[in-house]
C-alpha cells in the first residue's frame, strides 16, 4: 500500500488560504484516484476531493468553488489548495488513495481557522 505524508497545514483567519501536500512513496502512483480527506472532532472523517489518473476532478460541496486539488506524478505529490477558509473547514487532513487504503491511512496535517 501507499505510504503517505501530510503536511501544510496551520492556524490562519477565516478568508484565508493554505495550500497543503501530500507526499506518496508508491512507485505505482500514477495509477491511483487520489483524495483529501477531512475528520472534523466529533464527526466522521469526509471526502473532501478527488482526483483521478486521468485529470478528472471531483468536490464535496461544502468546498465546491473554493478547494482545489492536483497531483504531479512525476514528483509523486498531491495538493490541495484551500482559499475562503472558513471556520467550518477546521479538521485533521489527510490524503489517501480513492477509494482509500485503509493500511495507507497517515498522520494528517490539522487545519485551524479561526479568528
Known amino acids: 500500500q501507499a505510504q503517505l505524508l501530510e503536511s501544510g497545514g496551520g492556524l490562519v483567519q477565516p478568508g484565508e488560504s493554505l495550500r497543503l501536500s501530500c507526499a506518496a512513496s508508491?512507485?505505482?502512483?500514477?495509477?491511483?484516484?487520489m483524495g483529501w480527506y477531512r475528520q472534523a472532532p466529533g464527526k466522521q472523517r469526509e471526502l473532501v476531493a478527488r482526483?483521478?489518473?486521468?485529470?478528472?476532478?471531483a468536490y464535496a460541496d461544502s468546498v465546491k468553488g473554493r478547494f482545489t486539488i492536483s497531483r504531479d506524478n512525476a514528483k509523486k505529490m498531491v495538493y490541495l489548495q484551500m482559499n475562503s477558509l472558513k471556520p467550518e473547514d477546521t479538521a485533521v487532513y489527510y490524503c489517501?488513495?480513492?477509494?482509500?487504503?485503509?493500511?495507507?491511512w497517515g498522520q494528517g496535517t490539522q487545519v485551524t481557522v479561526s479568528s
Open positions: 482526483v483521478d489518473n486521468s485529470g478528472y476532478t
Open positions: 508508491e512507485t505505482s502512483f500514477s495509477i491511483y484516484g
Open positions: 489517501n488513495t480513492f477509494p482509500a487504503s485503509p493500511r495507507s
